[in-house]
């Protein structure tokens, strides 16, 4: 079985900062909420600055690095307000501001916000019930694609997916440059890392489409089963209309048996850590100072119905049961 850990490769702070050398900005960018946050006073009469300027936000966030959608989401948040801070900075330390009224840092700014919210959402994407190690790969395909276009783009000094760095005026041509490299960089980092991922491809095609795949490039096991499936309308119809797993549960073990063990085997791949950390989630909220007589065995129980998918047997629980209690 394969493990996929994808959010540890995804943190965005570890994989710019390795390929694109973000820390500096970063750094500017905690630097400025610090500013405001740490000290009390600051923090009050910067919150009602932003409610007198009627802003759509009422504060900054503070960068956490061990939540992985902080840094695209704190970058966000002072872009958004970077205006707000420079105006409620002018009179009390404005040498914390000089970044944000300049050209170049400013570009880089808005370079990496912008690239960190599609990090973002790929991470999101990437999270919840329900998803398949084809799933996965697909968004992880996707985000390359847009990799290449970006950098295709920038090599152009065409900025149609750049809107932040038109409104930032004489921009120089070599940041571009640098931009392109770096997208460059992130793109082979993201082939490195998932290339097991591109090599199990012609696997996860036949689970994902297995009526489109060439039945000549796959496992002599399959050909058969797959001629057969591709030939049949109704069982084409029917994957069209039924979720994948569904679909393959539904098939004849007896005319099928090497392609629903091929399904089941691409199904148990574990492809996030999600499920893991939803599980541990939910034994911090089981067990807590209140709960001191949880035993194990009740956790595990506890855990086993909070992760399961499965509906309890009322009516079967209460046929084993001789005598209820006279309340009821």
Not at 23 to 46: C, E, M, W, Y
Not at 102 to 117: I, M, P, R, V
Not at 283 to 291: D, I, S, V
């Amino acid at each position: 079985m394969l493990f996929f850990y994808i959010e540890t490769f995804l943190h965005q702070d570890a994989l710019c900062k390795s390929a694109l050398n973000m820390k500096p900005v970063l750094d500017a960018v905690v630097k400025f909420v610090n500013t405001i946050r740490s000290r009390g006073l600051t923090h009050r009469q910067f919150r009602d600055f932003l409610q007198s300027v009627q802003s759509e936000y009422s504060d900054v966030l503070y960068y956490t690095k061990v939540r992985w959608l902080s840094a695209g989401c704190v970058f966000e948040r002072v872009w958004q307000l970077k205006d707000d801070i420079v105006s409620f900075h002018e009179k009390q330390c404005s040498a914390e501001c000089e970044m944000l009224e300049d050209t170049e840092w400013l570009s880089d700014f808005a370079f990496f916000t912008y690239l960190l919210c599609h990090m973002n959402n790929l991470n999101v994407k990437m999270q919840g019930k329900n998803q398949f190690i084809d799933d996965i790969w697909a968004h992880l395909k996707a985000f390359k694609l847009k990799l290449n276009l970006f950098a295709g783009q920038l090599a152009k000094n065409d900025l149609s997916h750049f809107s932040r760095l038109i409104s930032i005026p004489s921009v120089n041509e070599e940041k571009f440059k640098n931009y392109e490299d770096g997208l460059k960089k992130l793109h082979f980092e993201f082939e490195r890392r998932f290339q097991d991922f591109s090599a199990i491809q012609t696997e996860l095609d036949i689970f994902t489409m297995p009526f489109n795949v060439n039945c000549e490039a796959v496992r002599s096991d399959l050909q058969l089963e797959l001629i057969e499936l591709q030939s049949n309308n109704h069982l084409k119809q029917s994957f069209l209309n039924m979720p994948k797993l569904e679909f393959y549960k539904s098939l004849s073990k007896v005319s099928f048996p090497n392609l629903i063990s091929h399904a089941q085997k691409i199904s148990a791949m574990f492809a996030s850590s999600y499920i893991c950390e939803q599980v541990f989630s939910t034994m911090n909220l089981r067990k807590n100072y209140f709960r001191s007589r949880l035993t194990y065995e009740h956790l595990a129980s506890f855990l086993r119905i909070s992760t399961s998918h499965f509906e309890p047997q009322y009516k079967e629980l209460l046929k084993m049961k001789s005598q209820f209690h006279s309340s009821h």
